[in-house]
């Protein structure tokens, strides 16, 4: 199969599927899920069969036109980074619908809830394979759209409502800065290939030293950051754990946030190697990593621990995809995508365990939980297993992750030099630290020590069915098989993606056992520090707790909260200042405006000395003069004249002499259509006017607002009058007559040039006339109508009276 066609089965298969939901719903019934979950398998499948592809350094690409003239195409590339993210979103996929059908009940509305998972799925891989900007983009908002439906699937429910209102504002908020950066890049490159432009040195180098390479490198990384719930945008990721558990496991750990890790890899060769890189990617990494760490501490909730735990492991992952130098530009690249599969494992299995026990619990406050060692063993297991990859111990897969990340923040502060770049792995350690601390935190708090007697709480619990526990089982197994032989996923997974970001990258090697390194001397004074920082997790929750209510501004959920609330009224205020009333009020204000941007030029060049207009010449120009004046005063007559009658006949006298103005300047057919739009115009005022009991204009206004609509008119006439006096100071634009004239007889067979331009060239111009002029003419057919009619009833009154008498 070609590879254009391949490719894009995967991707849109699917969304292909979806449709096909409710037809498997009326088979499956409550098992439906099974079937999306085959949907899964089968791009598991093809995703699969590329990895030996991508595993012998090749590609796949294939590409369709789709908009030309924009320079858009439908394009799919598919590399070791493309595929890494297929196959964890596809596996990950597959376990999750599977662990849905045991998880959601059958009064659910199933159908709604498996299509959007299969939306999401396709949303993510167009992201994965995508070879268009433009491409990207659309499905880069489709996984916020979708994401959206799936945390407010509880439509009914406040919580699910406000996180899912939150989750999109951010992150599609961000996709638009994303976008806006996108077109940046192609105003320097001149491209939308992403692998057009990634594997030219030419490209590449011309980005770097545009004057737009700051900009554009921080609108594309705000699209990730928000994405990735990173730095200030971190704040509408915990409130997306009123979704299901499923989704939960699946968007909010293990694949829609990596989107924006995802894009920070894909664009590494091209910023990396800058100040701004790692000063934007690398800092805001090491702050939210601690800054989140230090906030799961307070949290009582379990999927808001992993909320937050999720929001600090992302930003390992951004930190050490920030690591770099003009020499080295590629420091922490390795690390990062190793972790970037190892994540996924433990996170999705973490979720996934966290959901049985609210299943079980019929709560999420781990205040109400203890004991579940005894009472659920094999849910206990796992959840340790899963817990302690988090946490870095060996010889499970997270250990290997948290050592990379360790030696890659000493290199980078070796790199870099001097003492303040030690900071970096002392950041690192902390960051370790309070991973330490909450992953046992989930472990002691919710199956050790004993249950406190809450109604609302079971007294006695169970291990569910291996539909729940088998998804976690799979993925527990994935993280000792990792941790212990790492090679065979390095070589076939991990090693292509590290090649796709940095070619030429020397071959990731990993074990349990280096020796005694500066990596494990940071992990053992991890565990030390992790063991205090448990030791007083109350108190530093206890805190934050306090700190928090003595002073609630300092947040920024506040902020975003008092931004959304203050939005309407803010809206409201805004709309009574612009708009008070009448129109009249912000018309003068959008005048007034016009004459200040007209009039600051003018003075500016008086007070240089530059010349005004000096090809302006009123010699040789009485005829011209005199109908200006004839203008001039017959408007004046219109706008001041006491009498509705005497103030239509002067309007239409000003009217009859612009008539007079376009017959001498030699356009006759322009004079013609005056006279009879004002011949016209005149009998409708008349034939409005005699319906009026009071033939005179009534003027509420006072002599102060008359003297500043006096002024606003001459200024307005004046700043006009300038504008047209200066029209020879630019190069007027090449006339196009001889296009019409060139053609106009062979493609409309008219010789009449002004009929055919009319008719012809500018057919919608004269349609859109006609449908005034009828429009007009209905008007005026409907006011003589209600003339006769009003003659009418005054005769039929008459008679009537006459009869009476």
């Known amino acids: 199969m070609d590879a254009f066609y391949f490719l894009a089965l995967i991707v849109l298969l699917p969304f292909l599927m979806a449709l096909f939901v409710p037809l498997a719903y009326k088979v499956l019934k409550d098992k439906v899920g099974w079937f999306a979950a085959l949907v899964a398998f089968v791009c598991l499948i093809m995703v699969g069969a590329i990895v030996p592809t991508t595993y012998a350094g090749d590609v796949l690409s294939g590409a369709m036109s789709w908009i030309p003239g924009l320079f858009v195409n439908l394009a799919f590339y ?20 599977s662990y849905s059908n045991k998880y959601l009940s059958k009064s659910e509305d199933l159908v709604r809830y498996y299509q959007y998972l299969l939306v999401f799925m396709g949303s993510m891989l167009g992201i994965a394979f995508s070879d268009n900007l433009i491409q990207l983009f659309i499905f880069w908002e489709l996984t916020s759209i979708s994401s959206f439906m799936l945390i407010g699937y509880y439509r009914k429910t406040k919580e699910s409502i406000y996180g899912a209102t939150k989750a999109l504002l951010i992150t599609g908020g961000g996709g638009l800065f994303m976008f806006a950066g996108f077109l940046l890049l192609f105003s320097i490159t001149g491209t939308y290939g992403i692998s057009e432009m990634l594997t030219s040195p030419d490209m590449i180098a011309v980005v770097k030293s545009s004057p737009l390479f700051t900009v554009t490198l921080l609108f594309i990384l705000i699209g990730a950051f928000a994405k990735s719930a990173q730095g200030p945008f971190y704040v509408w990721l915990p409130n997306a754990m009123e979704a299901p558990t499923p989704v939960s496991a699946f968007l909010h750990s293990a694949t829609m946030v990596k989107a924006g ?37 307070r949290q009582t909730d379990l999927k808001g621990i992993l909320a937050y735990s999720t929001i600090s492991q992302l930003a390992y992952l951004m930190t050490m995809y920030g690591y770099t130098t003009l020499a080295e530009p590629g420091i922490g690249v390795a690390a990062a995508t190793f972790h970037l599969l ?10 996934l365990l966290v959901g049985i026990v609210a299943h079980e619990l019929h709560t999420r406050d781990i205040r109400k939980m203890g004991g579940l060692r005894k009472e659920m063993p094999i849910t206990f297991i796992l959840t340790v297993i899963a817990a302690c990859a988090m946490a870095g111990i060996p010889p499970l897969n997270g250990f290997l992750s948290k050592e990379l990340f360790y030696e890659s923040s000493i290199q980078m502060a070796e790199a870099l030099g001097g003492g303040m770049a030690w900071m970096i792995p002392i950041l690192a350690v902390v960051g370790g630290v309070l991973t330490f601390a909450y992953s046992f935190r989930l472990i002691l708090k919710v199956f050790c020590g ?33 941790g212990l032989f790492p090679t065979p996923f390095i070589d076939y997974l991990v090693q292509p993606a590290i090649n796709a970001i940095l070619p030429g990258a020397e071959h990731l090697h990993v074990a349990l056992w280096h020796g005694i390194t500066p990596s494990l001397i940071m992990t053992i004074i991890t565990f030390a520090f992790g063991i205090l920082v448990y030791w007083k997790y109350d108190a530093i929750a206890g805190w934050q707790t306090r700190f928090s209510s003595k002073h609630p501004k300092i947040s920024i959920n506040w902020i975003y909260n008092t931004l959304v609330d203050n939005a309407f009224d803010f809206g409201a205020t805004l709309g009574k200042m612009l708009q008070k009333g009448p129109p009249a009020g912000y018309v003068k204000t959008m005048l007034v405006f016009i004459i200040a941007m007209v009039l600051i030029p003018i003075v500016y060049a008086l007070f240089t000395g530059l010349p005004i207009f000096p090809n302006l010449d009123f010699a040789g120009m009485p005829s011209e003069m005199l109908v200006f004046i004839l203008i001039i005063l017959t408007a004046w007559g219109a706008a001041s004249l006491p009498k509705y009658l005497s103030a239509i006949i002067s309007l239409s006298a000003c009217g009859f002499v612009v008539s007079l103005l376009y017959a001498y300047l030699k356009a006759p057919d322009l004079a013609m259509t005056q006279l009879c739009i004002e011949t016209l115009s005149t009998i409708m005022f008349l034939v409005v006017i005699m319906k009026f009991k009071n033939k005179e204009a009534v003027r509420p206004e006072k002599t102060r607002a008359k003297v500043k609509n006096v002024l606003l008119a001459v200024g307005c006439a004046f700043v006009l009058f ?84």
């Open 78 to 97: 598919a590399d070791g980074l493309s595929v890494l993210l297929g196959i964890i979103v596809s596996f990950i996929g597959i376990l999750i619908l």
């Open 450 to 482: 004993k249950r406190t007697t809450d109604p609302d709480v079971p007294d006695h619990v169970h291990d569910p069915s291996w539909i729940l526990l088998g998804p976690a089982a799979i993925l527990a197994a994935l993280i000792i098989l990792i």
């Open 342 to 351: 190892n994540h996924a494992t433990f996170k999705a299995c973490l979720f």
């Open 722 to 805: 300038m504008m047209l006096a200066g029209a020879d100071l630019i190069a007027p634009f090449e006339t196009f007559s001889h296009y019409f004239i060139e053609n106009g007889l062979e493609m409309t067979a008219g010789r009449n040039i002004v009929n055919v331009i009319v008719v012809d060239f500018r057919g919608y111009d004269t349609i859109g006339e006609i449908s005034v002029i009828c429009i007009a003419a209905l008007a005026v057919f409907n006011l003589i109508k209600s003339r006769s009619k009003d003659k009418q009833e005054k005769t039929v009154t008459s008679t009537m009276t006459e009869e009476k008498k």
């Open 261 to 297: 890790v995802f894009l920070v890899a894909r664009f590494h060769p091209m910023f990396s190697g800058t100040t701004d890189w790692f000063v934007l990617v690398c800092g805001i990494g090491l702050i939210t990593m601690v800054g989140a760490g230090f906030l799961a501490l």
